[in-house]
Nanobody
């Protein structure tokens, strides 16, 4: 079973930066994509950014030019560099890995427990 763990959240003032990390572990598995989502209080989970195994990157409009997603497939790790943070970026950030688990011969979609990001004004 693939497990995912996020880290790097915290409290930062508006205009500041944070870098989130996410590592996947488990039995032999391939990765199709790595993605970040966020969920603010009282809101649904929203897509933030993703990177595919071909290197294709997608951002939601509200973070374009401020956030940067990167990955190291060999290390099964993805990062989200968040710059010029705004109070509206405050949320729990979740990491998602999607791929194929060879030992079970099936696709998987693994989520972490989330890491809190709070941006003060």
């Amino acid at each position: 079973q693939v497990q995912v763990v996020e880290s790097g959240g915290g409290l930062v003032q508006a205009g500041g930066s944070l870098r989130l990390s996410c590592v996947a572990s488990g039995t032999i598995f391939s990765i199709y994509s790595m993605a970040w989502y966020r969920q603010a209080p009282g809101s649904q989970r929203q897509f933030v950014a993703s990177v595919g195994d071909g290197g294709d990157i997608t951002y939601t409009d509200s973070v374009k030019g401020r956030f940067i997603i990167s990955e190291d497939g060999a290390r099964k790790t993805t990062w989200l560099q968040m710059n010029s943070l705004k109070p509206e970026d405050t949320a729990i950030y979740f990491c998602n890995f999607h791929g194929y688990e060879h030992s079970l011969r099936r696709e998987y979609s693994a989520w972490g427990q989330g890491t809190q990001v709070t941006v003060s004004s």
